[in-house]
Every structure is written in C-alpha cells, then in structure tokens.
T-cell receptor, first 114, second 112 residues
Framework: NAGVTQTPKFQVLKTGQSMTLQCAQD?????MYWYRQDPGMGLRLIYY???????DKGEVPNGYNVSRLNKREFSLRLESAAPSQTSVYFC?????????????FGPGTRLTVT | GQQVMQIPQYQHVQEGEDFTTYCNSS?????IQWYKQRPGGHPVFLIQ?????EVKKQKRLTFQFGEAKKNSSLHITATQTTDVGTYFC????????????FGRGTQLTVWP
C-alpha cells in the first residue's frame, strides 16, 4: 500500500495563477482532509470530506475549492494564488477503526507564491 | 480561533533529560490524539485517548487525559536524539468525530 500520495511535491506559482493539488489514498478510507501548515501555526484545516460526495469547510477555506472525485481522490484547487497561500499543504485520510480516528498524512506539497 | 492551546512552543533539552508538552481546551473533548512530525516530514499518529483520566504508555512516552477531558499531556522520559521533532495534540469533538483541531505544536530539540 502506498498510503496517501500527493502531487506535486514542490510548486512555485506567480500571483494570480491557478493550480490543483492532487491527493489519493489506497486504504479505502471514508474521510479525507486538506490542511495547511505555516511556521508556528500548527495544522489548520482547509476543507474536509467526511464521505464520498460530501465536502465541508474547515477553519481557513477562503481562496480554495475542493473536489471529492471518488472515494480515493480529493483535490484542492487554488483559483487565483496569493502570496498568503505560500505554505506546506498536507492531505490526510481516516476511517473509524474501533472508534479510533487516526489520520494518515501524505508527504506534503511545498507551495511558494511569488 | 485557536480551539486547543499547546505549550510550550519550543523546548530544548539535553539528551537524557525529560520533556513534557501540555494541551488545554476550554471545552470538553470527545478524544485527544497525539502526533509527531520529524523535521521535513509529515505528522504521524502516536496515540488516541478517550476516557477521563486515561493514562497510556509507549516505551518512554506517557500520555494522559485529564479527569475533566479538557487537558492532556505527553511526557518523554530520558529523551534521545531520535525524539527530535514537533509534537502536536489534536482534539476531537462530539459533533464530527473524524475532524480534528490541532494545537500549534511543541518543537523539541535534543542536544547530545
């Protein structure tokens, strides 16, 4: 099992450009999440999908959109990138296993917006 | 706003010393999880606590969940250089059990 995979690993964008971050999991998990991590800020939830076909806003959704394409894939789109979106983005997935909601994280995408 | 407060933000210890990080919430939690992130890596799940007053151990790591289910701690005995990284607590709430509210983390540095 590959677990959670993310592409790309690194990306540099100019202000105003758009891009989509891809995430896929092969663990048959129902729930998937997108976080951003900034120095000293911990992990902040952008959007999540509790199950296939549903998505909900997290703490910092402005400037982002998501698509739960199927059970495996959950993508994050930046329509018009801004320097404030420079961050490390992590995708995660989880399932309810014996009431344990352990989240499995991907390796991250390091995004710089200039 | 910040749902879960975690302190300290940084901790520098000499190898062999103990280390503790604390997590506090103003509201009662359904559960609390702990994650470790190595430098340049991604968060990795360590443990989940659910019961009031629960204490769990993993080798040199001891995790506690407060009686009121509003606070938690992670204690490492006799730190080693392999313990270096950032430790996060993450709180679960009753309405959406899978969603987590992460603390800002404690960055642990261990010098030999």
């Amino acid at each position: 099992n590959a677990g959670v995979t993310q592409t790309p690993k690194f990306q540099v964008l100019k202000t105003g450009q758009s891009m989509t971050l891809q995430c896929a999991q092969d663990m048959n998990h129902n729930s998937m999440y997108w976080y951003r991590q900034d120095p000293g800020m911990g992990l902040r939830l952008i959007y999540y999908s509790a199950s296939e076909g549903t998505t909900d806003k997290g703490e910092v959704p402005n400037g982002y959109n998501v698509s739960r394409l199927n059970k495996r894939e959950f993508s994050l789109r930046l329509e018009s990138a801004a320097p404030s979106q420079t961050s490390v983005y992590f995708c995660a997935s989880s399932n309810n296993r014996d009431s344990i909601y352990e989240q499995y994280f991907g390796p991250g995408t390091r995004l710089t917006v200039t | 706003g910040q749902q879960v407060m975690q302190i300290p933000q940084y901790q520098h210890v000499q190898e062999g010393e103990d280390f503790t990080t604390y997590c506090n919430s103003s509201t009662t939690l359904s559960n609390i999880q702990w994650y470790k992130q190595r430098p340049g890596g991604h968060p990795v799940f360590l443990i989940q606590l659910v019961k009031s007053g629960e204490v769990k151990k993993q080798k040199r790591l001891t995790f506690q969940f407060g009686e009121a289910k509003k606070n938690s701690s992670l204690h490492i005995t006799a730190t080693q250089t392999t313990d270096v990284g950032t430790y996060f607590c993450a709180a679960g709430r009753g309405s959406t059990l899978g969603r987590l509210y992460f603390g800002r983390g404690t960055q642990l540095t261990v010098w030999p």
